[in-house]
């Protein structure tokens, strides 16, 4: 596996690697305070200050906008989403991953992005127009799903970044491990590109 294909699955396996995790693993979404070596500061959505002692060969993936092309029949997504009335699901975002990372953290099951939220990854099957969104049906392992696209949903994929990017204000996700002395560990970040936020 080249380099490039190297940090990107890296990057996507963290994130889909958290859906299953132990509750020793915490996902952690946040602004970058100050990267100190491998200290990493980070202050989270919910205004809490956290330290992050990364890895020496930690590794980075940048998170980079992407547009509805990019959903197209057998892409493999991750999506947030949330119910709707009629049964079917609201994306909240869309991931389309790199070819290289299929597969990763396949099936429906729920997420932290807001309370009551899910995520699927799977592949997708089949795309449909409706008014300015897109109905987009998924195909797992064990089930499928239907989600709508609203037209706000962001979509992302990933890209090889770099410990350049951690730069104070930098926006990240992460999956550390809480030690049993209470300190944070991670090997993997994700940060947005370009000002982005992670959606995911």
Do not use: C
């Amino acid at each position: 596996m080249d380099a490039f294909r190297t940090v990107v699955v890296l990057g996507i396996v963290s994130l889909a690697s958290l859906a299953t995790a132990q509750t020793s693993t915490e996902r952690i979404r946040g602004d970058v305070l100050r990267l100190d070596a491998n200290i990493l500061q980070v202050k989270t959505r919910a205004g809490e200050a956290l330290t992050v002692k990364l890895a020496d060969n930690f590794a980075v993936s940048a998170i980079v906008r992407r547009n509805l092309a990019a959903v197209v029949p057998g892409a493999f997504v991750g999506t947030a989403t949330m119910s709707n009335p009629d049964g079917t699901l609201r994306a909240l975002e869309v991931l389309v991953f790199p070819e290289a990372a299929r597969g990763s953290g396949e099936g429906h099951y729920p997420w932290d992005l807001q309370p009551g939220s899910m995520m699927t990854n799977a592949t997708v099957s089949d795309v449909v127009a409706v008014d300015a969104a897109r109905r987009m049906t998924l195909r797992y392992k064990d089930g499928e799903k239907v989600v709508v696209v609203p037209p706000d949903a962001p979509i992302v994929s990933f890209e090889p970044g770099d410990r350049a990017m951690l730069v104070p204000g930098a926006h990240v996700i992460l999956g550390a491990a809480r030690q049993p002395d209470g300190t944070l560990t991670a090997s993997r970040i994700s940060v947005g590109k370009d000002g982005l936020v992670p959606p995911m």
